[in-house]
C-alpha cells in the first residue's frame, strides 16, 4: 500500500518517482533523478534576453508604423526622444531609417547608456 502525503508550499513533487522533495532539491533523495525546473517557471523563462531585447528593439523600429512612432525607443527607456518620434513621425522616417543603421550595426543604447547588441550569437 502506497503512501499519500500532501505537499506543503515549499515542496514539489519528484517527476520522476513522485515522492514529496523540498523545492530547492536538485536530485531526489528517494529516487536519484535530477529535477528540472517546471516549464511555466520564471526560471525557466531565462530565454538569452540579450539576443531577444535586440531582435525585438530591430524588429519594432522595422515595422513601418511603428518605426516612425518611435515604439522602440519606449520599448528602451527612451521616453522623450520616444515622444518626439511620435510627434515628428520620425522626420518622416529619416530618424527611424537612422536609428535601423544604429541598432544593425550594434551602437544604439537603451536610457542607461548600454549598448542593444545582439551579443555573441548569429542569427
Wanted: glycine share 8%; with cysteine; net charge positive.
Amino acid at each position: 500500500m502506497s503512501e499519500f502525503r500532501s505537499k506543503n508550499v515549499d515542496e514539489v513533487f519528484c517527476r520522476s518517482c513522485g515522492s514529496v522533495i523540498k523545492k530547492e532539491a536538485e536530485i531526489c533523495p528517494k529516487c536519484g533523478v535530477r529535477q528540472m525546473p517546471a516549464p511555466n517557471t520564471a526560471q525557466s523563462f531565462n530565454m538569452n534576453s540579450e539576443m531577444d531585447h535586440w531582435t525585438m528593439t530591430l524588429l519594432l523600429c522595422l515595422i513601418a508604423f511603428f518605426g516612425v512612432a518611435g515604439i522602440h525607443r519606449f520599448y528602451n527607456g527612451k521616453i522623450v526622444t520616444g515622444v518626439l518620434m511620435l510627434i515628428t513621425f520620425g522626420f518622416c522616417g529619416l530618424w527611424t531609417l537612422i536609428d535601423i543603421i544604429l541598432i544593425a550595426s550594434n551602437q544604439f543604447t537603451d536610457a542607461k547608456g548600454n549598448i542593444i547588441s545582439r551579443g555573441n550569437r548569429a542569427l
